[in-house]
């Protein structure tokens, strides 16, 4: 089992940055993919992307693609979401999450962390 704690939310402004951190409990981070997931009010909640074991694969939703950096230091057993260009549309409760094997389009985690907020002002 892994334990699973974000930070890093707050408050910016449409247009800016904010870079989001996920620390994870236990000795096998490194074999664990890691996700990120977003859920806005009265909205279901939504796939952001993920990152292999070892990082050198990522995958990323359309709406974010391009904006959105998911990066992992297993040194540290943090996971990292890095934010630019930051919309309204962003503001949401991020998640990440945590499970050992499966491709990075899947959608399916085990293991959750409690959430940070996220809200951009336009």
């Known amino acids: 089992q892994v334990l699973l704690v974000e930070s890093g939310g707050g408050l910016v402004q449409a247009g800016g940055s904010l870079r989001l951190s996920c620390a994870a409990s236990g000795r096998t981070f490194s074999q664990y993919v890691m996700g990120w997931f977003r859920q806005a009010p009265g909205k279901e909640r939504e796939y952001v992307g993920g990152?292999?074991?070892?990082?050198?694969?990522?995958y990323y939703v359309d709406s974010v693609k391009g904006r959105f950096t998911i990066s992992r230091d297993n040194t540290k057993n943090t996971v990292y979401l890095q934010m630019n260009s930051l919309k309204a549309e962003d503001t949401a409760v991020y998640y990440c999450a945590a499970r050992r094997f499966g491709e990075l389009t899947r959608i399916y985690y085990d293991y959750w962390g409690q959430g940070t907020q996220v809200t951009v002002s336009s």
């Open positions: 990152i292999s074991w070892s990082g050198g694969s990522t």
